[in-house]
Each structure stands twice: as structure tokens, then as C-alpha cells.
């Protein structure tokens, strides 16, 4: 009986294990098809001061709409390109699609900072600072609006590699976020030696705050942390009303989330910022 049992388990697993399988090889080729043929675009979601309500720069987000599979989220294919290698050439065509945006919004005299997230497979590259340096230099872009956002685990991952890494970073210019801060396993003396600008809590934090007490005792400690290490905290997947308000109440900077704006298309974000104006407060 319990044989049986065994035997039927087994083969739900293998069924499941194939099942990804085909699914990964197959979002891997398409994928690699999009890349080569411009299936990928980005989307950028405005991050607003909690205090003036003022729009003061976007996240770009990867967007895949692939002729047979459809809308692709994210979620779904960035792991999978991080396992087959195709993060690096992904992640090469986010950074420079995102610093030519940014310099055609300088063009239009928009001076947004905009935030690009970053595979730890891109940050471990040994030319990656000098690839950085070279694209702010062909899109004349100030370094201090382009941010890369890390995952907290990356950023902590092997201690003294990734700190050199980030530093190489810092040193042009550009800022540094950790990104769904409050998920991952910080020391807090490897966190105070990072040079990193902004904490960006997990939207888990910030939308159980407001109905679990555990979740608002979280939530003030990472905002008093980060005053404490002089850095700046954005509060990410801000969704309700009570949300924001418990964020700026606590001393949040920075709000991102639905309430405000979804990540558009780069040619809506003019006129996003134009209904922005004094949201937050
Ligand atoms: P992330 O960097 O933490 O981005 C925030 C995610 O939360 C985005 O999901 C965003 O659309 C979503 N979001 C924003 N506001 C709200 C809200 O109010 N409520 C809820 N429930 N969600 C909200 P998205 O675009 O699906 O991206 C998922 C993840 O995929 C990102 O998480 C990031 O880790 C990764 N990703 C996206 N684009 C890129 C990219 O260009 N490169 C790399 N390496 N990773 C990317
Ligand atoms: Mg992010
Ligand atoms: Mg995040
Ligand atoms: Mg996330």
C-alpha cells in the first residue's frame, strides 16, 4: 500500500518536473526570439515624494507580449533568463533602452531619475562599471538619474565581492537601491558598509501594515533603520489609501504602487506626470 502510495507520488513529481521543463525551454526560445527581434519593451512606474506628492522618478519594468504565449509577466521569464543566460543580453538591452528614454525625457526637459533592475549575473561581470560608464557616456546621461536596484540577497550575497562590486558602481555616480528589502537575510553591520541610497520595503510589509500589527512593528523598524544608516525608503506596492497614509505617517519617503500608477508605456509618463501633481499628500 504504502509502495503504491510511493510509486504514485513519484510519478506526479516527474510529471510536474517535465512539465517545467517544456515550459522553460520553450519560454527560453521564445524569448530569444523576442530579443532578437524587438518583442521586449519597458514600462516605467512613478515613484512619488511622500511629502509633496511630487513625481521624482520612475522604475522600469521588462513588458513581453509574445505573439503566441501572449503577455509573459516578469515574474515569469526573468527567472527562467537567468537560468539559461539570457539575462546578460536581456538585462544589456534594459539598461541601454532605459538610458536612451531617459535621455529623449532630458531632450523634452524632464529630468526623471530612472531606477533599472539588475541580475546579479550583470553585477558580477567584470566589465560591468566600465559598460555602465560607457552608456551614460553615449546618452549623455547625468549618472546621479540613473539608479540600479539590487535585491537585498544580491547585495549581501558574498559579502566583500558584491560590496566591491557596488562600490565600483557608486564611485560614477549612479545610485544604488536594494529591492524587496525585508525578504532577504541583511546583517545589519553589512548593510551600514554598502553604499547604497535607497531601501525599497517589500510590498508584503507595506500592504499587511495596515491589518496586521506584526507588519506595522516591521515596517516602522525598517524606516527607522534606514533614517538611522542616513539612507532613503521608498514604500513599494502602495495600494490603498490607509497604505499610504501609514507610510507617511511613519516617515516613508518615497511611495510607489497601483494607487498612484501602474508602469505605462514611456510615451503615456508626460501625461501621467501632468495628473500626478500633488497626489501623495
Ligand atoms: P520588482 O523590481 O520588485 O518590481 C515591482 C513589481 O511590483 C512589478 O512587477 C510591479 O508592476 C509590481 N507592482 C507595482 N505596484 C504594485 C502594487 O501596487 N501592487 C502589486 N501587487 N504589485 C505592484 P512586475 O513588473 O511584474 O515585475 C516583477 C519582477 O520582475 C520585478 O520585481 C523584478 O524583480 C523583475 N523584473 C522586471 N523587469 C526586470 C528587468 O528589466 N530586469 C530584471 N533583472 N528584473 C526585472
Ligand atoms: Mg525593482
Ligand atoms: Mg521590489
Ligand atoms: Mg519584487
Not at 73 to 80: D, N, Q, W
Not at 230 to 256: K, P, Y
Request: overall charge neutral; charged content about 20%; proline content about 4%.
Amino acid at each position: 500500500q504504502a509502495k503504491d502510495a510511493g510509486r504514485g507520488t513519484y510519478r506526479v513529481f516527474d510529471g510536474r518536473m517535465a512539465a517545467e521543463l517544456a515550459e522553460r525551454s520553450l519560454l527560453q526560445g521564445r524569448l530569444q526570439l523576442a530579443l532578437r527581434h524587438g518583442g521586449l519593451q519597458l514600462h516605467y512606474q512613478p515613484q512619488l515624494c511622500a511629502r509633496s506628492g511630487r513625481v521624482l522618478g520612475v522604475e522600469a519594468l521588462a513588458r513581453w507580449q509574445d505573439a503566441q504565449l501572449g503577455m509573459v509577466s516578469p515574474a515569469r521569464f526573468i527567472p527562467v533568463a537567468e537560468r539559461c543566460g539570457l539575462i546578460l543580453p536581456l538585462g544589456d538591452w534594459v539598461l541601454n533602452e532605459a538610458c536612451r528614454q531617459l535621455r529623449s525625457w532630458l531632450d523634452q526637459g524632464l529630468a526623471l531619475r530612472v531606477a533599472v533592475n539588475v541580475s546579479a549575473h550583470q553585477l558580477r561581470l567584470p566589465r560591468f562599471a566600465s559598460h555602465l560608464a560607457e552608456l551614460l557616456q553615449q546618452w549623455r546621461i547625468p549618472p546621479a538619474l540613473l539608479e540600479l536596484e539590487i535585491t537585498e540577497s544580491v547585495a549581501m550575497g558574498d559579502g566583500l565581492q558584491a560590496k566591491a562590486l557596488l562600490e565600483e558602481v557608486a564611485r560614477l555616480g549612479v545610485q544604488l537601491a536594494l529591492d524587496d528589502f525585508g525578504m532577504g537575510h541583511s546583517s545589519l553591520g553589512q548593510l551600514r558598509d554598502l553604499p547604497v541610497h535607497r531601501i525599497k520595503m517589500d510590498r508584503s510589509f507595506v500592504q499587511g501594515a495596515c491589518t496586521h500589527a506584526r507588519d506595522a512593528v516591521l515596517t516602522r523598524a525598517v524606516i527607522g533603520l534606514t533614517k538611522t544608516l542616513g539612507m532613503r525608503v521608498v514604500g513599494e506596492g502602495v495600494e490603498t489609501d490607509a497604505q499610504r497614509r501609514f507610510l507617511q505617517a511613519e516617515g516613508c519617503d518615497e511611495l510607489q504602487g497601483w494607487l498612484f500608477a501602474p508602469a505605462v508605456a514611456a510615451a503615456h509618463i508626460p501625461q501621467l506626470l501632468q495628473t500626478l501633481v500633488g497626489a501623495a499628500p
